[in-house]
């Protein structure tokens, strides 16, 4: 197995560290981060070895943009294609816990953490984060840079827009979709579209300060 380097020191970076070690302890782990004060800390053990340009540098890596925003994972992968970086070294990194059927496609730079569960025909694209216990079920797309946390459940042919974020514990209603950018709130249970780059919470979820349900 190739080294591996994280980018961007931060919580995700973390969790990453530890999903890596349950999969495979002996494989040797970098960061970079762009923050000078880091340099020569480390992040359970992994050594931050400078900035972003160390990943052109040390080019036997895979790579990883560990942010936990969709938005700045695009702009890290923007930058590192931009310095040099090839596609093909971004890794993948999949939680020992994980079982991924056969019919389920998981892309480059994408994260799935403990206890995720993918039942069929789930698609997930690049630089995709996925915190522990989401449930996928049948035919769910989750485009590039989504961001699902903890605990999110989406029914069969539910469809997450590029760079959206999907709060923890929220769900999602069969075949409805979450616009590219959208945001639904923690706790939140989707029943219908949610627009692009729209912000929705509550139960059932509707737009950030528009009227509950009993008020109208």
């Known amino acids: 197995m190739r080294p591996l380097i994280l980018v961007a020191a931060g919580g995700l970076a973390r969790e990453v560290v530890e999903a890596v070690r349950a999969a495979d302890p002996g494989r040797a782990v970098r960061v970079v981060d762009d923050d000078p004060a880091l340099l020569r800390s480390s992040l359970h053990g992994a050594p931050v070895v400078g900035g972003l340009y160390a990943v052109h540098e040390l ?5 990883v943009v560990c942010a936990g925003n969709g938005r700045t994972r695009r702009f890290l992968v923007d930058r590192l294609l931009a310095i040099g970086v090839e596609p093909s070294r971004f890794a993948t990194i999949v939680h020992p816990s994980v079982e991924v059927p056969a019919s389920c496609r998981i892309g480059a730079g994408s994260v799935l953490l403990a206890q995720v ?28 840079y989504a961001t699902l946390c903890a605990g999110v459940s989406l029914g069969g042919g539910v469809r997450v827009g590029a760079a959206a974020y999907v709060g923890m514990n929220a769900t999602a209603r069969q075949a409805v979709a979450l616009g ?29 300060g528009a009227p509950r349900l009993q008020e109208v």
């Open 117 to 144: 569960a993918l039942t069929s025909d789930v698609r997930i694209g690049d630089h995709v984060v996925v915190m522990p216990q989401v449930t996928l079920t049948h035919d769910v797309v989750v485009e590039d």
């Open 59 to 63: 080019d036997d890596h895979e790579v």
């Open 180 to 208: 590219s950018g959208s945001t639904l709130g923690m706790g939140a249970a989707l029943l219908q579209d949610l627009p692009v780059g729209e912000t929705w919470a509550g139960v059932p979820a509707v737009p950030i």
